[in-house]
Structure formats: C-alpha cells, structure tokens
C-alpha cells in the first residue's frame, strides 16, 4: 500500500467546484480523501508534502503532443516527450499519430502504449483516421478503439474529402470517441510559411489565409448537420488549436445549434502574433501559424466565453539543425509542455482575469472529458491519483536549454512566464519534483 | 505595464543585432546611415583607381548566389575588385549546395576560408539573416526571394539624386520632399519594389504603388509610411516625377493568374503613355527588362530613361557598402 499525504493547499477541482484549503490523501494511485485541513491528520502516511503556499490541482491533460516515436526519436521520444509532460505538470497526454511509420493500425498503436516505451506520465494516443494519413480510406476504428484509441486525426494534415471524412465521423461516433481535425485547406496553402496579412507581405513570405482554416472548420460543421439528421448518430469534432476569429465564429455558432463540436487553443496562438517572427526566427514558425492580433484577442474571448474548450499544446520538438534553416524550409512547430501553464496564467489569468480555476478546468477537467476520460481530470475521491501542486504567484524565466526534450526549439527561451510546478503526481507516483 | 509590453516581453524575437556592417535590409537602415554610405560612394568614386584599390588589398569576399543574376553580381564582383580584395564566387549550381550542403554549413565552410563578408543572393526570404546569425559575419543582401534588395535601393536613390539635380553625397529627412515615385508592376514579388517603398519616404518622397489586385495587394501598404496605392497607371503616371517599372517574375508567379495582353494594355509604359502623362519623369527600372511587355523598347532607350545609369551606379553604391561592411573608412 502506498500512500501520499499533502496537507495545507489550496485545492482547486473545478470538475467538483472546489477552491478551498483542503487535505488530500492519494492511496494506491486512486483519490483516498479530499478533506479540511487537519482532519486527516492520523493518517500515517509513507509520505506527506507540505503544500503551504501552493495550488493543489488535477493534474493537467494535453489532447495534443507529438512524441515523435517511433521513426523520428532524433526529436524526441516517448520517454523524454513525457519527462518535459510531467515538468509541465502534465499527468496525461494524447500522442498524435504522425509517426514514422504512422501510427494507423493496432500493431503501432500497442508498441507506443507499451510500459517498455517508458512513459512517465499516462500515455494516450489517437491513431490516424486514414491509412498513412492519405486521407483516402479510414482506418480500423473498431479495433483501434478497443486497443485504447481515444480518438481519431490525421494531425498534420486535415482530412480533405467530404466523404472520407463523413466516413470517419460516423464510424467514431458508434464508437463514443471524437475525430480531431487539422484544419487547413492545404489547397489554399501551398508555398506558405506564415500567416497571410501585412507582416507576411513585409518580410516577403507567402502567407496562409484565415479562410484556409474557416472553410474547413465549416465543411465540418455542415457534415456534422447533415449527418445528425440522416444517420441518427451524433458525432463529435474537434476542432485542433484554432487560430483564426473566423474559425472560432463558426465553432461557436454549432454549439449554439447543439452539435457535438469541441476546440482546443494553443498557448502560443493566445500569447503571440505573427509579429513576433521578427527577423525570421524560425522557433516561430508553426503551422497553424500565428495570426494578427484581432486573431489573438478573439482567440482569448472565445477562451474567457466557453467556445474555446481546452488548452493543448501542440508540443512539436524539432532538431536544431530542422530549424536553422531558410524560413520557408525550416519544420513547423514548438515545445509547449514546459511553458504552457506558465503561458496560461500569465497572460489569461494576470493579463485578462481568468480565474485560476477555469484555466485549471481548460487544462484537466475538459481535455478529461473530450477523451472520455471519467476518471481524470478531477480529484474526486476513487479518481486517480494525477495531482499537480505549483505555485501560481512565482514568476521565473524559461531556460530551454534546461528542458527534459530533446529538443530546444522554442520561442520563449528567456521568457518571463507566471506560476511554478512544484511536484507532479501521475497515479500515485510522484514524476516530477522540483 | 500595458499589454503590449507584456506580449513583448513575452516573446524573444526583439531586435537581433548582426554583424556591424551587414546590410540585410533597408528596414532598419537611418537617414544618417543612408547619408554616410552616399558620402562614402561619393568619396569612393572621387578617388583614382589607383587610391581605390589600396582600401581592401589582402581582404577576402565571398559571393554566395543561389539565384542567377546578371547586374547584381557583376557591380559587386567588380565593385570588390576595384577595391582590391579578393574575391571568390559560389554558386547553388557547381558547388556542394547541390550535394545537399545547408546553407548555415556553406557560410561556415567559407568563414573558415578566410572569407570576411558575404554577399548573398537567395531565393528564400530572410537567408541573409540567417547567413548573419549563423556566421557572425558582415552579409550583404544582394536579393532574397521577395524581402529585400537594399543595394538597389541605394543605386535607384543615387540615380534619381543625380537626374534631379540633387547633391548625390547626402541627404536627410526633407531631400525628396515633393517628389512622387510611382512603382509599377509585379509588387507582389519585387524585393525591389518593398526596398525602394520603404526608403524612399523616409527622405521625404511620396510613393504610389500601381499594378492590379493580383500582383498588389492592399497589405503592401502595411510597409510603412507615405505609401499609396493607386490601381489605374494613367492617374499614377500623371503625378510620377520617377517612374519605376517592374518586370513580372514568372519564376515566382505560382497560382496567380494573370491575363498578359490585359496586363500589356493596362500596365504597359509605351511612348504615347510616358508622352501623355509624364513626359518629364525620369524612368527607372531594376532589370531585367521584357522589352514589349513592362516597358516598351523605345521608353527603355529613351532620353527620360536612366536605366543603363543604374547599373553603373550600382558599382559606385556596392563600393560604398563592401568599404562599410569591411570596416574600412574611405
């Protein structure tokens, strides 16, 4: 038996609507008790932690991290990909499937769940909807849920035929689990690196249009409709880090009608815009890119009014040498594990008053539910026992060179970020400690 | 602290500082740097051959050019030879790069051969940054994809300076004051034309750009300053004092389509059109010219048209700014 004991936090479960001094007793990876503080004092724990003056939260959940193993461990792997998780405070997370090989078939999806992988924190994946991401014939859903699929994406690339993804979207819905889209016209987007507007145009790029994104995000939307209605099946979407007020316009427009659409942002889309690219800095380069600030500041309402249903990272490592390249050359994506909660609180909570509380609940409790996770993403009692304790009030500078990645590329090395992991806890064991 | 400080402070892509003496684009470029290189050409092209070649003896140079080019890499290969350095050429075809050598590897390989600057010419936009960052050493843009092309700049200012009458060693903040540059053509995919947008106003000159939706969009004007858009030529030529044309860059075209006979009768400076509107204003253009398609034959050789004096002019500013990269006062 195995027990930890953290007495004097602040304890915050939005999924319970508690934000409260509370003592928390983990027991044999599970939620033993939540109580007031003292009352669980003749508890003669193996170890107890001393929470003053720190949050005691759900530990956190990325839908969206590559982990780029197996094929592509010269970026990172399963074992490194988690230990910069857990640093993050991170106790779940969704590996996408944009592997070498891609990870489409039951065989894939079993060697990177497996505990020889070396995962630190709980190792979710959404397999590939189509064979290779081809985006021709979907993939074996059934067989894949059953293997511990939590969803379905083509991440990377979007799902561009109607039908294929009508395809996709039914066969997930009767099997319970969402189907992720990237969206992006890649029509539309041919030669691009950053997104269309003023900036593109000054640094003599071609840019990515909002409508690239919008348009899939409604061809979308419209097959749900029809689908609903024709199949009597009620598909879930969900709608990966969108960046653009259009797309959010139109996501927010469906779940006023009661489809089943859920979206995630992502830390840098609500932090930056496509200024920040300055002289070519290639660690600013991702795809969707970042966008003008009309984007980010309605990116940051659709946050603060619910459209916006989680935060994930995008967490997409590269090696030095994939970035220091041509701009247009250079790989698309950033590190994110390590920073997004510092992001977060610095610039929805400091910046624009989003409560504590409502950041933690885009960071567990609804991530917890877009997977079908009942168990996590609270610290209800019988839950599991994913727990991260940091201090909210620390400000420190981010020092990618001391990441747990593989990989550096990030544009806010040296950044003054908000809010300190102290201790991360994944089922009971404690995988991250200061 | 306001919220744009704190979006700022958030990101750490501040201003980078490069080698002193690179010039990778005309952006961050003062009025007093653009007067000390215009002084130091002016003193440069004061001095005998034989002056001259004594300021870079012993010193070594690079030309790194992944893009053809005529103009540019003669004046700077001649302009480096005039001062007596050595120079060396690399091109993307017959060197390593077509072995798969990057371009930061390439850069090192010739630092590591003595080379003191680069010059670079690249498709991409922003390798000349790129080249700076990785080598530590003075770059100089000689063109990269659609940014920048600040030598040029400088070369079409020291011309417009001369045919104007204007003092060609100086200038400051009022030198072009009432003088309107109207820039015509493929602005979409001109690095020319976004050097010269962004410099000229900053000496006081209004600039029109001019050209269809296609090959100009309504985010140019996010260049900066004193920059219009009028979209009929006639209306724009009426007020040019300098009319630069552009060619259209087929090479760079990818998705836009466009109607060339449509273009030829909208866009085209003919004689009846220079005579009609501006039978004053001098006529400028970077080349290479299409003859019969930007510019007719007989407006490129024209009396009003100064091209042929921009090459030449193009070895006096390249003098100027190799002397600047290589910390040499001349």
Request: proline share 4%.
């Amino acid at each position: 038996m195995s027990e930890i004991l953290i007495i004097n936090g602040r304890l915050i479960d939005p999924a319970d609507n508690i934000d409260q001094p509370r003592d928390l007793l983990l027991r044999d990876g599970r939620v033993a008790a939540v109580e007031k503080p003292g009352a669980l004092s003749g508890v003669a724990s193996a170890e107890c932690i001393d929470a003053t003056g720190l949050v005691v939260a759900p530990g956190l959940i990325d839908v969206h991290v590559h982990l780029r193993e197996p094929g592509q461990t010269h970026k990172e792997t399963i074992a490194t990909g988690t230990a910069a998780a857990a640093a993050g405070g991170f106790t779940s997370v969704v590996a996408m499937p944009n592997t070498t090989p891609v990870n489409d078939s039951v065989q894939s999806l079993c060697w990177m769940l497996d505990a020889a992988r070396g995962s630190v924190v709980k190792l979710f994946a959404m397999p590939a909807a189509t064979f290779a991401s081809r985006g021709e014939e979907i993939t074996d859903f059934h067989k894949l849920v059953q293997a511990g699929a939590v969803g379905f994406t083509d991440d990377g690339r979007p799902v561009l035929e109607d039908e294929v993804m009508r395809a996709a979207l039914i066969a997930a819905a009767q099997l319970g689990v969402p189907i992720s889209q990237h969206a992006e016209d890649t029509r539309l987007t041919g030669g691009c690196s950053m997104n269309a507007g003023p900036v593109a145009f000054r640094l003599g790029l071609r840019g990515m249009s909002v409508e690239a994104e919008s348009q899939i995000v409604e061809r979308d939307i419209r097959l749900l409709r029809e689908i609903e209605r024709v199949e009597r099946v009620r598909p879930h979407l969900h709608v990966q880090h969108v960046s653009t007020s259009r797309a959010l316009h139109e996501i927010r427009r469906a779940k006023q009608q009661g489809l089943h659409v859920t979206c995630e942002a992502a830390p840098h889309h609500f932090t930056l815009t496509d200024e920040a690219i300055g002289a070519y800095n290639t660690n600013v380069k991702m795809n969707p890119p970042l966008r003008a600030e009309g984007d980010r500041r309605a990116l940051i309402d659709a946050i603060a009014d619910g459209t916006v249903d989680c935060i994930a990272t995008d967490h997409a490592p590269h090696a030095s040498h994939e970035k220091e390249v041509e701009f247009e050359r250079a790989a698309n994506g950033i590190t994110g594990l390590e920073t997004a909660l510092g992001l977060a609180l610095r610039v929805l909570h400091r910046q624009h008053g989003l409560p504590l509380a409502r950041i933690l609940a885009l960071m567990s409790q609804h991530p917890a539910s877009i997977i079908r996770q009942k168990n996590r993403g609270t610290l209800r009692v019988d839950s599991f026992a994913d727990v991260v304790l940091f201090d909210a009030a620390s400000e420190w500078t981010f020092d990618a060179s001391a990441s747990r990645s593989k990989s550096r590329n990030t544009p806010f090395d040296g950044a003054a970020i908000l809010g300190r992991v102290h201790t991360t806890i994944c089922e009971g064991r404690v995988v991250y400690r200061t | 602290m306001s919220k744009l400080e704190i979006k700022q402070e958030l990101s750490s892509a501040e201003a980078e500082q490069f080698a002193a003496g690179s010039l990778l684009t005309v952006e961050h470029l003062s009025v007093a740097d653009v007067a000390a290189i215009l002084a130091s050409a002016a003193r440069l092209e004061r001095m005998s051959a034989a002056e001259r070649v004594r300021l870079l003896a012993g010193r070594t140079i690079a030309l790194l050019f992944y893009e053809s080019s005529t103009r540019t890499r003669t004046s700077f290969e001649l302009a480096a030879k005039s001062l007596g350095a050595t120079t060396t050429l690399v091109s993307d075809k017959s060197s390593s790069i077509e072995k798969g050598e990057s371009l930061k590897d390439t850069g090192l390989t010739l630092r590591a051969l003595g080379a003191e600057a680069i010059i670079l010419r690249h498709p991409s936009s922003g390798a000349p940054e790129l080249l700076a960052r990785v080598t530590g050493l003075p770059v100089l843009n000689a063109g990269d994809g659609m940014h920048q092309h600040p030598t040029q700049a400088l070369l079409d200012l020291r011309t417009m300076l001369l045919r104007l009458g204007k003092d060609a060693g100086t200038v400051d903040a009022k030198t072009l004051d009432g003088i309107t540059v109207v820039i015509t053509g493929d602005i979409r995919h001109s690095r020319v034309a976004r050097s010269n947008a962004q410099l000229l106003p900053r000496l006081g000159a209004r600039v029109i750009l001019c050209g269809p939706p296609e090959l100009l969009p309504e985010d140019a004007l996010g260049l900066g300053a004193g920059i219009e858009i009028v979209r009929d030529f006639d209306r724009a030529l009426a007020q040019a004092d300098v009319a630069m044309m552009l060619r259209i860059q087929k090479e760079r075209l990818a998705g836009v389509d466009l109607d060339l006979s449509e273009y030829v009768a909208r866009y085209q400076l003919s004689s009846q059109r220079l005579a009609a509107q501006a039978s004053q204003a001098l006529v400028l253009h970077p080349g290479p010219i299409i003859r019969g398609l930007e510019i007719t034959g007989e407006v490129a050789d024209c009396a009003q048209s100064a091209i042929e004096e921009q090459v030449a002019q193009g070895l006096v500013i390249r003098r100027a700014v190799l002397v600047r990269a290589l910390g040499v006062k001349a």
